[in-house]
Every structure is written in structure tokens, then in C-alpha cells.
């Protein structure tokens, strides 16, 4: 019912940035949610940045000061712009919904994931 689709990722060296992109489309009444994940090799998914409420945005510690999470909601799209990246940024990045669907019910989706490498 739900389809999220994440772009954007790629190898950039350390210091460089990337802007990752997330679309949420199909049988949406309205959306809760779009935050973003990361899940690096050997370690457990973790929280990147979120919206919990209305114009309040969180981020993880480490990435604090250098990454910026937005939300065009006309568009359904959420982004994550990554500056100063460093090489322990190295994951895959993740976007999650959560939404009303057409039907009345709650969807919690997640996309397939982008590739972000920091390395020189």
C-alpha cells in the first residue's frame, strides 16, 4: 500500500556532502512520520535524525551540527543533507514512514536503503 524509495547515496571523501532524498507514494491519506536511519556493518540500526512533533527536528549525537533533516510534505519527501561527513558515517541510510492510509489504517514502512561511503 505504501512505497518509500531513498536516493541520493554514493562515495564522497571525507568532508564532502551528500543530500539523500525520500518518497513516500501509494494509498496515503496522510503522513505521521518520515525519519531517517543508518545501519553500519557489525552494528544495530540507529536513529539519525527525526521529526517527534511539529517544528521540532532530533538528531543522533554524532551527527549533531552537521547533518539538517527537511520535509516538503506537498511532495510527500523528506531529506537529509550530511555535511563535514566523516568516514564513521559510512552505513546504510534508511528512511522510515508511518502513515494513515487511504483505508483509515497505520502503515509503518521502510525503504530499501542508500548506500553512503566516506572514503578517500
Known amino acids: 500500500q505504501v512505497q518509500v524509495v531513498e536516493s541520493g547515496g554514493g562515495l564522497v571523501q571525507p568532508g564532502g556532502s551528500l543530500r539523500l532524498s525520500c518518497v513516500a507514494s501509494g494509498m496515503i491519506s496522510s503522513i505521521n512520520t518520515m525519519d531517517w536511519y543508518r545501519q553500519a556493518p557489525g552494528k544495530q540500526r540507529e536513529l539519525v535524525a527525526a521529526?517527534?512533533?511539529?517544528?521540532?527536528?532530533i538528531y543522533a549525537d554524532s551527527v549533531k551540527g552537521r547533518f539538517t533533516i527537511s520535509r516538503d510534505n506537498a511532495k510527500n519527501t523528506v531529506y537529509l543533507n550530511m555535511n563535514s561527513l566523516k568516514p564513521e558515517d559510512t552505513a546504510v541510510y534508511y528512511c522510515n514512514v508511518r502513515v494513515i492510509v487511504n483505508s483509515g489504517g497505520r502503515v509503518n514502512s521502510w525503504g530499501q536503503g542508500t548506500q553512503v561511503t566516506v572514503s578517500s
Open positions: 521529526f517527534p512533533s511539529a517544528g521540532m527536528s
